[in-house]
């Protein structure tokens, strides 16, 4: 056991100790790293180890990486999948891949359903601008959106986006849906009422929150001629992934006033640059991409980093992600 040694990478929190005893790996040496560690310094950084510990995709491991890490033989990765691995490029070295999750379990979009809604209400009650007066001995300053009434546009609604629908509903809110794929029966099957073009839900909903995997397809969906067919009381929440919304394009948004604001978790570059425009941009709430972590996701994800560390070492590894 000795022979190996433990980078956990990107523990922002320092959960990995918190919410695992790690004892059983003892006495493998570990090094936590709390900060995201500069791209250019990566390969160098973990050369030496042979397991890494991934928070999801925090920090991607692609072929020209992995291709530079010669003593690296796992990848421990929280989640059942990361798209941020090159699971072909891992094989063909001989590097093993494990993921958290137990048998029977599909996994839980709790935490993303909640910061969705935690962006909607803090946008639409107004809670960070109000805070900040009260802060500086303020008051009041503006006038809350009511939610009762208006329209929640869905872009994509699987099992997260039909979770953020159902809420939607008990909020009395009308709640409207589209995709590339998506037929009024599946939307109705969501609690959603399908609209039959993007343009069509941007162009009627009071909240438009994305719901869309990442792909060649979907990059860039949201671009200037998108915002500018948004009303100019809409808000924007995205709560998936960053490269879906073009940022420049939303900053401008922002300061015209094309739309009224905007929720987001997710981001082109994570962590967000320091100095980047979005940081000042008015209208905007901003979240450090944390949907996906809360205390429910690190009480089981990391005593299973824990099992999946030690397997490997005893030579049988479990939990092995093939695709």
């Known amino acids: 056991m ?12 320092g959960a990995a100790h918190t919410y695992a005893d790690w004892s059983s790996v003892a006495p493998i040496p570990i090094t936590v790293f709390r900060e995201a560690i500069n791209t250019e310094k990566l390969a160098s950084t973990l050369e030496p180890f042979t397991i890494v510990m991934a928070m999801r995709e925090r ?8 291709e530079k890490l010669p003593n690296l033989r796992m990848i421990a990765t929280t989640g059942r999948r990361n798209r941020g691995i090159d699971l072909e490029a891992a094989k063909e070295r001989g590097i093993v891949v494990c993921g958290t999750w137990r048998d029977g379990d599909k996994g839980s979009s709790a935490g993303a359903v909640e910061q969705t809604w935690a962006l909607i209400l803090a946008l639409a009650r107004r809670v960070v601008n109000e805070h900040d007066r ?14 009762m009434g208006k329209t929640l546009g869905l872009i994509g ?3 997260l986006g039909a979770d953020v629908a159902r809420i939607g509903k008990a909020f009395g809110m009308r709640v409207t849906a589209w995709s590339p794929h998506l037929t009024a029966e599946r939307a109705e099957a969501a609690g959603a009422e399908f609209v039959s073009s993007l343009d069509k839900l941007l162009e009627t909903a009071d909240f438009v929150s994305l719901h869309m995997v990442l792909a060649r397809t979907t990059r860039g969906m949201i671009d200037a001629n998108e915002l500018a067919k948004m009303k100019g009381t809409a808000y924007l929440i995205n709560t998936s992934r960053g490269p879906l919304v073009d940022e420049d394009a939303l900053v401008d948004a922002l300061k015209n006033g094309t739309i009224k604001g905007a929720g987001l978790d997710v981001y082109d570059v994570e962590p967000l640059p320091q100095g980047h425009a979005l940081r000042s941009a008015p209208n905007v709430v901003l979240s450090p991409h944390m949907g996906y972590v809360d205390s429910n996701s690190f009480e089981s994800w990391w005593p299973l980093s824990v099992e999946n560390v030690t397997a490997f070492v005893s030579g049988h590894p479990i939990r092995v992600l093939e695709e």
């Open 59 to 66: 920090t991607r491991f692609e072929r020209a990486l992995l």
């Open 2 to 13: 000795p022979e190996h040694s433990i980078a956990i990478l990107d523990d922002y929190e």
């Open 157 to 159: 609604v699987g099992r």
């Open 134 to 147: 009260m802060r500086t001995d303020g008051w009041i300053s503006g006038v809350a959106t009511g939610l």
